[in-house]
């Protein structure tokens, strides 16, 4: 077995990786995608953690810019959605046989349990793969932000976005055919580059606490255990 370099790693799933490109709501075929990863990881020793978005399902912002709703009330919405997506990862990682405990920032206690810190670090040390979902528990914040406050919550030594695209580019490449993939990135370089692959805040986070991002392709299979053995996959942001 390789040698592992990051042993707890908190990866971050858009909502978008539930379904295929363009698609809508959660699809089997994508599932089972994300779980094939979440287990070759498990499988190699390292403690994984999953922060999942719900873009697939709802986005509060656009959902209350085209409708009489409050923007704290679709935000609301769209952290119930990512329970949704939590309970069919959840799912499907139990049917393969691996222990998964669903944690909520805001409490749904009939289907999964609240995020406590040290109980989420117990459910890694014990082998558990641990889905955290509702975001932050607050209006306003992305699941980017909650990515990088879990991360440093739970003490990962890395926190990956996985995209539907190979890394951080210096434009959109589906745009701009001259568009400069980046191997490796300071946490100051994205921030006074304006680069848009994660919010802002996020990243100063994941500086102020001397955690890695990686950004890589979803779609791509084996990438995330790749990662796991420091092979250079996709962007890698740090100091």
């Known amino acids: 077995m390789a040698e592992l370099k990051y042993k707890r790693m ?3 799933v858009s909502g978008e990786g539930f379904c295929k490109v363009g698609g809508f709501g959660v ?18 020793g390292v ?24 923007r704290v009330t679709a935000d609301q919405m769209g952290m119930l959605a990512t329970v ?29 349990e ?11 040390e014990n082998g558990k793969v641990v889905v955290l979902a509702a975001g932050t528990g607050n209006p306003f914040f992305t699941t980017d932000t909650c990515a990088a406050l879990r991360a440093s919550e739970i003490q990962a030594e890395v926190l990956i976005k996985a995209t ?32 848009e692959i994660m919010d802002h805040s996020a990243v ?19 990438t995330m255990a790749r990662v796991a053995c420091g092979e250079k996959i996709g962007t890698l942001i740090t100091s």
């Open 27 to 44: 699809e089997g075929e994508a599932l089972a995608g994300i779980a094939a990863q979440i287990n070759q990881l498990r499988d190699m």
């Open 10 to 12: 908190l990866l971050k």
């Open 114 to 124: 609240p995020f406590i810190r040290r109980r989420a670090i117990k459910h890694l």
């Open 164 to 195: 539907k695209v190979d890394g951080v580019y210096s434009a959109d490449p589906m745009k701009d055919a001259l568009a400069k993939l980046y191997d490796r990135l300071s946490y100051s370089e994205v921030l006074d580059l304006g680069l």
């Open 47 to 70: 403690q994984p953690a999953v922060v999942v978005g719900a873009g697939n399902l709802i986005r509060g912002a656009v959902l209350s810019s085209q409708a009489n709703i409050h």
């Open 84 to 112: 949704i997506n939590a309970l069919a990862l959840q799912d499907v990682l139990e049917s393969s046989g691996t222990p998964t405990r669903v944690m909520s920032a805001i409490e749904v206690s009939a289907v999964c």
């Open 204 to 222: 100063s986070l994941c500086k102020d606490n001397g955690i890695d991002i990686i950004v890589c392709s979803l779609l791509e299979s084996g």
